[in-house]
Every structure is written in structure tokens, then in C-alpha cells.
């Protein structure tokens, strides 16, 4: 299994960001993914899970509205578009197999300043 997130880096509040997730040695298609993000000094926490057919997709409540998951089966990538950054989404995201992220990617940095 691999995962290999791309995507991050820095950006300013009310910025917006396209993380990708290229994911290999499973059936992606028949997956349930989720993103993850770690803060400086936090716990790795769950923020977004998204269906296999992608007919279901559920958002932590701080990036409802804001955040949105997507997926293309035909190529094995997992997208999340990241809209009307705040400081506080700075963190290190994470793609995941499943919710708590035991299997999951190295993750790529997201910084969100002035």
C-alpha cells in the first residue's frame, strides 16, 4: 500500500489550496479514503470521509462549507480542495485507508499566514 499526498504549502488566510492523494497497491475503487490532519503540538484528527463511489462524503464540522472531497477511481487519486483558509487549518494532511489514519500517507505540510 502507498499513498503519497502533494499539494501543500503556504497560504494566506482566505487562501485556498488543492491538495492529491495518487494511491496504489489496493482497490481504490472499492476503498473507503479519508483525510486527516495533524496540528503542531495536536492529535491526529479525523476531518473528512468520503464513500468508495463517492455517493457519501462526511466533513468534520470546523471544514464543512469550506473543505471538499473528491475522488477519480479511473486514476487512483483522492483530492481535497481546501477554500477560505484560516490560520488554524495549519497542520500536516494526511490521506488514510481508513478514519484513524493507521494506514496513511507522509503527509504534505499546509501553512496558512500572512
Known amino acids: 500500500v502507498q499513498l503519497v499526498e502533494s499539494g501543500g504549502g503556504l497560504v494566506q488566510p482566505g487562501g485556498s489550496l488543492r491538495l492529491s492523494c495518487t494511491a496504489s497497491?489496493?482497490?481504490?475503487?472499492?476503498?473507503?479514503m479519508a483525510w486527516l490532519r495533524q496540528a503542531p503540538g495536536e492529535e491526529l484528527e479525523w476531518i473528512i470521509g468520503?464513500?468508495?463511489?463517492?455517493?457519501?462524503?462526511h466533513y468534520m464540522p470546523a471544514v464543512r462549507g469550506r473543505f471538499t472531497a473528491s475522488r477519480d477511481n479511473a486514476n487512483n487519486i483522492l483530492y481535497l480542495q481546501m477554500d477560505s483558509l484560516k490560520s488554524e487549518d495549519t497542520a500536516t494532511y494526511y490521506c488514510?485507508?481508513?478514519?484513524?489514519?493507521?494506514?496513511r500517507g507522509q503527509g504534505t505540510q499546509v501553512t496558512v499566514s500572512s
Open positions: 468520503i464513500a468508495s463511489d463517492s455517493r457519501e462524503t
Open positions: 488514510a485507508r481508513d478514519s484513524r489514519g493507521r494506514v
Open positions: 497497491g489496493f482497490s481504490f475503487r472499492d476503498s473507503y
